[in-house]
């Protein structure tokens, strides 16, 4: 099995990162060569058909698996909760992880409904990162501490990985990511989170703008914009996203929070996503952005917005569909039923 690097400082990384695998050609070429003798119109699939093959190239095999699917929940805290960015306190983020081991969130609903397994990770919830509207969020003993649980804390068995967070005030911390990234003025990039609106959702745009003005020398890549704006949880999905990378694991990443984080990879080193798939596109303004700067198709829109990789589980059922008419459906020949080619 592949050995995970130890990643000790931000250099380290951005060498990794410029030296990532990529996808199993032949094992793509496979899928591809067995669609046009399924007992179907030519590409009459659609986009399942391109999941059975990005699994296969991104696992290396074919036919591709789904025996283990897992999704892995990062959870922090952020101290820009303290400017009321929030309609949530911070409190909320510890409690809703309770509840996610007791099983009683939407998450642990859509797992077990798919059959997926469920990690959480709580993100040292006692020691929220610093209020990045005075001061970077992380230093880089903080974020590369939070990459590197990221990159070991996932299954490494695992034929899918589906990834999420919680953490009261993080949709600020993404949107500021956003802009910071991609440009344009934060209103661009902010929207309600857990359900800010009027007058406060003004004073978090306004928050979001100031900070990223704040931390424009320091933000000399997007390594040091994970640093200055991010948290704890997003650094972590930053990490098991590389992990998977290395591992061969395709991922679905779940709303605007996971995809902003994700974002931090694509910037930096364009292509670090080709193994992740966007699983759906949130009800939030600006992941419907987001997705168009990362050049990525969500596979649902369902107009939701809760995080905790629900969204990510949910899309879990069109990755099945698309694994089992890929093995399961029978040839033309098997069939014998007639193929246009046979005319």
Wanted: proline share 5%.
């Amino acid at each position: 099995m592949t050995q995970l690097p130890e990643i000790d400082s931000l250099d380290q990384l951005r060498e990794l990162l410029r030296h990532l695998p990529g996808p199993d050609d032949d094992t793509a070429k496979r899928a591809v060569s067995l669609e046009p003798q399924l007992t179907k119109p030519a590409g009459s699939l659609g986009r399942l058909e391109d999941l059975s093959k990005w699994l296969s190239a991104w696992q290396g095999r074919h036919p591709p698996r789904l025996d283990n699917v897992c999704a892995h929940v990062f959870a922090g805290n952020h101290g820009i909760t303290a400017q009321g960015v929030s309609a949530f306190p911070p409190e909320v983020t510890g409690q809703m992880v309770a509840n996610f081991l007791a099983g009683g969130a939407a998450i642990n609903q859509l797992c077990r409904c798919f059959d997926v397994s469920l990690v959480v990770d709580e993100m040292a919830l006692d020691r929220p990162t610093a209020d990045f509207s005075q001061q970077p969020a992380m230093n880089e003993e903080e974020v590369v501490h939070a990459l590197s649980f990221g990159m070991q804390a996932i299954d490494r068995k695992a034929d899918l990985l589906c990834l999420g967070e919680m953490g009261i005030g993080n949709t600020s911390s993404a949107a500021a990511l956003c802009q910071a990234m991609f440009g344009g003025h934060a209103a661009h990039w902010v929207g309600p989170g857990t359900g800010v609106e009027g007058e406060a959702l003004a004073h978090k745009t306004e928050i979001i703008e100031q900070s990223v003005a704040l931390h424009a020398p320091l933000m000399t890549d997007a390594l040091e914009v994970l640093r200055c704006l991010g948290g704890r949880e997003l650094a972590a999905i930053v990490g098991a996203i590389l992990a998977a990378r290395l591992l061969r694991i395709p991922v679905l990443l779940d709303g605007y929070v996971c995809t902003a984080a994700a974002a931090v990879l694509q910037v930096f080193q364009p292509g670090t996503l080709d193994h992740c798939a966007v699983a759906h596109v949130s009800a939030e303004p600006g992941h419907q952005r987001l997705v168009q700067h990362i050049d990525k198709k969500p596979l649902l829109d369902l107009g939701m917005r809760l995080g905790e990789a629900s969204g990510a589980v949910l899309a879990v059922g069109l990755a099945r569909a698309a694994v089992e008419c890929h093995t399961g459906m029978a040839t033309f020949h098997e069939a014998a039923v007639s193929n246009r080619s046979d005319f």
